[in-house]
């Protein structure tokens, strides 16, 4: 990429945000920020005891993924964060207008596969349905690209690396 930009990597739970993250921001030369490190404790609670987050829940994560992001504004890097509604992603923009969105896709069955297999992580499978009810695709005017998640996390972080690449051309 010929800019630093701050890219979110985006998606419902279990298409490897925290796994692809690293490995993209690596390939950017650029820090990586755990979304899930901005989340209250209280948020943490409730998704660890399966109650999905309202909206109320969620715009202090929001705001605090955007500040990071802000900082991070003409640096560049890489942070996670589901960003499932345009809402959500409008409230990140927000905070710092330039970031780019790595939308992780998948098909379900693959996404609940990988999320089975996950050790030490506070969001159940039963949360799955909820986040594919919530999902707002990328729309055509928003910064960013939808990366499939099929294949090695090398394979993935690639295609989004690849996929950002052509952004800036």
Known sequence: MSTPH???V???AGTGKTTIGPLLATQLGVPYAE???FHPPANIAKMSAG???TDDDRWPWLDAIGAWAHGRAGLGGVVSSSALKRSYRDRLRAEAPGIVFVHLTGDRSLIEDRMSHRQGHFMPTALLDSQFATLQP???DEAGVAVDVTGTPEEI????FRALGA???
């Not at 972080?157 to 989004?160: G, H």
């Open 167 to 169: 952004l800036d051309q």
């Open 51 to 53: 109650t999905p987050l």
């Open 157 to 160: 972080s690639e295609r989004a």
């Open 6 to 8: 701050v890219v979110v």
């Open 35 to 37: 979304g899930d490190d």
């Open 138 to 140: 990328l729309g055509a």
């Open 10 to 12: 985006m998606g419902v």
